[in-house]
């Protein structure tokens, strides 16, 4: 009877023996054969939309920022702070909402193209007031006496990013501290979500105009 081999096992010559090695026993190739080179996958991967949609309006900004300083004052002097302020929190939390929304609905083309007109915005109005962490310092430098402004215009947008924080330490919280079938589970709806999401953000921007920050920086 002629000799069977396994489909999991296959025969060697070394030496004067025969040894058995194994083998994979998945007869198709775990990595698909493709045409495409590795550049070609990480282009396809890539999002440069978005990208471009941080990058490019903050160096608009800064550009006019640094090179038509004394325009921008001219015409920043028009708005008080807790205006400035509250345009930038506003455009922010537009941001926010419209990236939340994408992800919950994920077919509405409406929701991606808020967010990232959003997100264009935000990022112009960050380089406008030269955001950053010891932003007061980059402001008080191109801006001189005018800083006031600008510090109020990155003050909103930084009010808004702290709110989806507490936001979203809360919301965790909550997911995790309620049970089931308790009645307070009814905060953990989606209703409920977006009323405390606004809610955290109007305190933040309350603590912004209101509280003493706009005169402090």
Known sequence: MADETNNNEATELVGDHVETVDVS??????????????????????????????????????SLAVGHTQWLITHLNLFTPRGVAFVSWTVTLTTFTGLGLAVVESRNWLCRIVFVVGLAAEQFIAGLSLLKLNFWYSTYVVY??????PNAANLGIIAAGV????????????LILIKKDSPLNVLTR????????????????????????LTAV
Do not use: M, N
């Open 25 to 62: 026993k998945h007869p198709d190739p775990s990595i698909p054969v493709t045409d495409l080179s590795l550049a070609d996958i990480e282009r396809r991967q890539s999002h440069p939309v978005p990208w471009a949609a941080i990058i490019a309006p903050y160096w608009l900004g800064r």
């Open 144 to 149: 001189g006496d005018s800083a006031q402004l």
């Open 163 to 174: 709110g989806v924080a507490v936001y979203a330490v809360v919301w965790v919280g909550l």
């Open 190 to 213: 989606s209703w409920a979500s977006f009323i405390l999401f606004f809610a955290i953000e109007t305190a933040s921007l309350l603590i912004v105009l209101f509280g003493g920050l």
